[in-house]
């Protein structure tokens, strides 16, 4: 009985890729942002809510500007690594080698579970323009995913860390003093929060420098946060690590916690307002009408992303590692007033 459960669950975690896959879609068709490769995951005519393609524009542009900047500002310390948990069918790694963010010495994992990778292979195979972004013509077929130079595809459950870190160490060959990116994006909160946990910690004493992104769900207990949890549950989901860690306040102390001296936190209502251009936020605001403006808040008030970055000193010297974590930082326009106003 209690393989039934896990089974059924396991399957129900991994049909929010589905659903993520096709809210971006609906959002790139709508003209929210660009994603050329998006529609060639998903075969679907299903339509989202205003309220939902601004929610995924927000989410991709925070994660997407994060990435970038972190490529920026580690171009003079050789290749990169960026580890993509629970990736799904993200089409970012095609992204940054089409704005060529991602040079040829770098490398991209992607690791989600096996029933996942496996379809994710197919779909890459079959479409040759992703094997030009990908600079090549041929895949070796590796652990239910293929691997090329600069993109590994992998399946794994990664709530088994000692596999985790064999694939990373032994098969895809990370480099520990390289400059390495984690992200994780809604996945933590489908896992136990001690294997999550385990992941944190395992990234931070692994790798001298390393940064991780999370972008997840938060308070579970107010009256949105409960219906919200009862919407997702519903669909056969648990959400264990929402309850461990039901703040942004206690998402920040984890990390701290588990090694990362430097953490920002913020809600995604702040990133919209604070952070995201006015010229940016002008022009999704005119694709469609959205009246729903106290959902929307709220809605947006229970996403939050993390950042974080940590530099071993025997790596970098401080006053270096505090120049990029400055780098690395979105500067919301009201920092950036009191900034302006103080100068
Ligand atoms: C909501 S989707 C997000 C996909 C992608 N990160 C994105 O933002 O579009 C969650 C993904 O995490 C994966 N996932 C959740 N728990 C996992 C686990 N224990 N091991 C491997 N993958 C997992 C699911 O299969 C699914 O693809």
């Given at each position: 009985m209690k393989n039934v459960n896990w089974e059924t669950q396991r399957q129900a975690v991994q049909l929010t890729n589905l659903d993520a896959t096709i809210s971006k879609y609906c959002a790139v068709s709508k003209g929210y942002y660009s994603d050329p490769y998006i529609h060639l995951f998903v075969s679907t005519k299903e339509k989202r809510q205003p309220l939902i393609n601004r929610g995924t524009h927000a989410r991709v542009q925070a994660v997407q500007r994060l990435v970038e900047r972190f490529l920026q500002f580690t171009t003079p310390y050789g290749k990169r690594q960026i580890i993509n948990l629970g990736s799904g069918f993200d089409t970012l790694v095609f992204r940054l080698r089409e704005k060529e963010f991602l040079g040829q010495d770098d490398v991209f994992v992607e690791l989600d579970f096996p029933e996942i990778t496996r379809t994710k292979r197919q779909i890459i195979q079959q479409h040759p323009s992703l094997h030009s972004l990908l600079g090549t013509t041929s895949f070796q077929k590796v652990h239910d995913g293929l691997s090329c130079g600069i993109y590994s595809l992998i399946g794994v459950n990664l709530e088994q860390i000692e596999r985790v870190s064999y694939l990373l160490e032994k098969v895809c060959q990370l480099s520990p003093d390289s400059p390495t990116l984690v992200i994780s994006e809604c996945?933590?909160?489908?896992?136990?929060p001690q294997n999550a946990d385990q992941i944190i910690q395992y990234f931070s004493s692994t790798f001298s420098f390393i940064s991780f992104i999370l972008f997840e769900l938060t308070f579970p207990t107010d009256p949105f946060g409960r219906q919200m949890v009862k919407n997702i549950e519903q669909r056969g989901c648990s959400l264990a690590s929402l309850s461990a860690y039901p703040t942004l306040k206690a998402q920040k102390e984890r990390f701290i916690q588990y090694g990362y001296p430097k953490v920002d936190i913020m809600s995604m209502y702040s990133f919209y307002e604070d952070v995201l251009d006015s010229e940016e936020k002008q022009r999704i605001e005119r694709l469609e009408l959205l009246d729903e403006l106290e959902e929307w808040r709220l809605l947006m008030q229970h996403y939050f992303l993390l950042y974080c970055l940590k530099v071993n000193n025997n790596t970098l010297k401080d006053s270096e590692v505090n120049c990029l974590w400055d780098s690395f930082r979105f500067i919301s326009k009201h920092r950036k007033v009191e900034e302006e106003s103080s100068s």
């Open positions: 996945v933590f909160t489908y896992m136990e």
